[in-house]
């Protein structure tokens, strides 16, 4: 079963605003990572946080967790066109394995 | 892009033949991973490798089979292709020096009439 769960399903906004979609798992992490996923193509991994950090940043991305809501977050400012895609995020337990959302949908508008 | 590919990119196959997918990677990465992605349901685990002839199952794993011979080749069977099985197939690897992350391959689509 799906281990995280994205929310909202579907997000659309205008250029240089602000995306920001949340992430709930349901057991205990290692880690947690965000993916990105243009259309028709293979993931892209954007940037992973572990148990033991709260926030993380990466260019554009930012990234929260909040183990004891067992919850996550990803901000994405000044949005740009090329934002548009879907937005996963994918959590680790304890070997390599992950288990992934089912994904939010991000359009940008011009 | 990390050294993924995928074969065939896309394939149309009747209920009930055998079909199998390749993967193959440069990167010497330990694991590999064959995922399907379906509308409303994300990525889901079907099986995976932890090393040469070391495999594993996933979470969706009924009606496939998986075989890991080399380090850089990874296959996926489907002993009697159902339409159930109509689906795009990824094949992701890890291992390298940012070990937990995932390197995607661009996918296989398969139609299953």
């Known amino acids: 079963s799906q281990q995280g769960e994205e929310d909202p399903q579907a997000l659309s906004i205008q250029e240089g605003e602000n995306a920001t979609m949340n992430c709930s798992y349901k057991t205990s992490i290692n880690n947690l990572q965000w993916y990105r996923q243009n259309s028709g193509r293979g993931l892209v991994h954007l940037i992973l946080?572990?148990?033991?950090?709260r926030e993380k940043h990466s260019g554009r991305l930012r990234v929260t967790l909040d183990t004891s809501k067992k919850s996550s977050s990803l901000l994405i400012t000044a949005s740009r066109a090329a934002d548009t895609a879907s937005y996963f995020c994918?959590?680790?337990?304890?070997?390599?394995?992950?288990?992934f959302g089912a994904g939010t949908t991000v359009t940008v508008r011009a | 892009d990390a050294g993924i590919t995928q074969s065939p990119r896309h394939k149309v196959t009747e209920t009930g033949t055998p079909v199998t997918l390749r993967c193959h990677q440069t990167e010497n990465h330990r694991y590999m991973y064959w995922y399907r992605q379906d509308p409303g349901h994300g990525l889901r685990l079907i099986h995976y490798s932890y090393g040469v002839k070391d495999t594993d199952k996933g979470e969706v794993s009924d009606g496939y089979s998986v075989s890991r011979s080399k380090t850089e080749d990874f296959l996926l069977t489907l002993e009697s292709a159902t339409s159930s099985q109509t689906s795009v197939y990824f094949c992701?690897?890890?291992?390298?020096?940012?070990?937990?992350?995932?390197?995607f391959g661009p996918g296989t689509r398969l139609t299953v009439t």
């Open positions: 992701a690897i890890s291992g390298g020096q940012n070990s937990y992350e995932q390197y």
């Open positions: 946080i572990r148990s033991n950090e």
């Open positions: 994918a959590t680790a337990e304890d070997d390599y394995k992950l288990s």
